[in-house]
């Protein structure tokens, strides 16, 4: 009786092992955004990479956190879709943003009153849930 203890408590803390070290090694890369809709309901649709390179499988269970646009808040994140990665590898993850109108505007604004055309610098600031782990997600891309 006293082996099958020890040998489910080793399964246990083998599982624990590998679900902390996937947590530690996940990355998440912003890979596109994209604008649809009008002025009246404009949508910002996000793709998120998120590469898994250990040898299990993952469920990214929800990624939150905001989208900024040179240093002002244009979009909430929040999506709690359940989503499987699988071993070694990355996987696209779309994700639908709400707008924030005066973020969009200032921003848009912004851009209109420079005299050179600067790209747009994209943040996202959250954080994901892989199988019960919440990490920090900071990531950018210059459009």
């Given at each position: 009786?006293?082996?099958?203890i020890?040998?489910?408590?080793?399964?246990?803390?083998l599982?624990?092992l590998?679900?902390?070290?996937?947590?530690?090694?996940?990355?998440?890369i912003?890979r596109?955004?994209?604008?649809?809709g009008?002025?009246?309901r404009?949508?910002?649709?996000?793709?998120?990479?998120?590469?898994?390179?250990?040898e299990?499988t993952?469920e990214i269970?929800s990624i939150?956190?905001?989208?900024?646009a040179?240093?002002?808040?244009v979009?909430?994140v929040?999506?709690?879709?359940?989503?499987k990665?699988?071993?070694?590898?990355e996987?696209?993850?779309p994700?639908?943003?709400d707008?924030?109108?005066?973020?969009?505007?200032?921003t848009?604004w912004?851009y209109?009153?420079?005299?050179q055309?600067?790209?747009?610098?994209?943040?996202?600031?959250?954080?994901?849930?892989?199988?019960g782990v919440?990490f920090?997600?900071?990531?950018s891309?210059?459009?």
């Amino acid at each position: 009786m006293r082996n099958f203890i020890y040998i489910g408590g080793a399964i246990v803390a083998l599982y624990l092992l590998g679900r902390a070290r996937l947590a530690k090694n996940v990355k998440v890369i912003f890979r596109g955004l994209s604008f649809s809709g009008g002025l009246v309901r404009p949508s910002i649709s996000l793709r998120f990479g998120i590469q898994n390179p250990t040898e299990q499988t993952a469920e990214i269970r929800s990624i939150v956190g905001t989208v900024e646009a040179n240093g002002r808040t244009v979009a909430d994140v929040n999506t709690f879709v359940a989503v499987k990665l699988g071993p070694n590898s990355e996987t696209i993850i779309p994700v639908k943003a709400d707008p924030a109108a005066l973020g969009i505007a200032s921003t848009v604004w912004q851009y209109l009153q420079s005299s050179q055309r600067e790209k747009l610098n994209v943040k996202f600031s959250g954080t994901v849930n892989v199988d019960g782990v919440n990490f920090p997600i900071n990531t950018s891309a210059i459009i």
